[in-house]
């Protein structure tokens, strides 16, 4: 086995490490003039899907801009029972509505826990939201291995 393949999660780590929902960090693409916007989020996790699901935050005060459509990568890292572990998901946010999905996403969305954070200085009641969901392009894992000798 290589140093690589010690390193990468296999699905079912992946999928132990994602549960069904946390916090993480998300980034949108923005111009080469620019730095992406990153901000931590939650989501909620598929595996049956392979996919991920936002409640963010939208309106007049986001920083975001329009999020539908948008590239993005989406990090998770924490650490596990002493060891360091991450999953990188790349690609495109797709608005989650009942009239833009197919009913097996809805259904999706549904077996999913989606924390909700309070960072936003007002009710959360008041904060309007909107959810999307990414089905990641490209989608990364790694945990710490021991290089001693």
Do not use: C
Request: charged share 25%; no cysteine; aromatic share 10%.
């Amino acid at each position: 086995m290589s140093d690589t393949e010690s390193a990468t999660m296999d699905p079912d780590e992946r999928n132990a490490f994602l549960g069904t929902g946390g916090t993480g960090v998300i980034a949108f693409s923005s111009s080469d003039s620019e730095s992406p916007h990153s901000v931590p989020v939650s989501y909620g996790y598929d595996r049956s899907e392979t996919t991920f699901y936002f409640r963010l935050s939208v309106g007049p005060d986001s920083d975001k801009g329009d999020v539908a459509g948008r590239h993005v990568t989406f990090v998770v890292y924490r650490q596990q029972d002493e060891n360091w572990q991450s999953v990188i998901a790349k690609g495109q946010l797709e608005e989650t509505t009942e009239a833009s999905v197919a009913t097996d996403s809805l259904e999706g969305l549904r077996q999913v826990h989606i924390p909700l954070v309070d960072i936003f200085g007002r009710p959360v009641k008041d904060v309007p939201f909107e959810f999307y969901r990414l089905v990641p392009d490209e989608m990364t894992s790694r945990k710490e291995s021991s290089t001693a000798v």
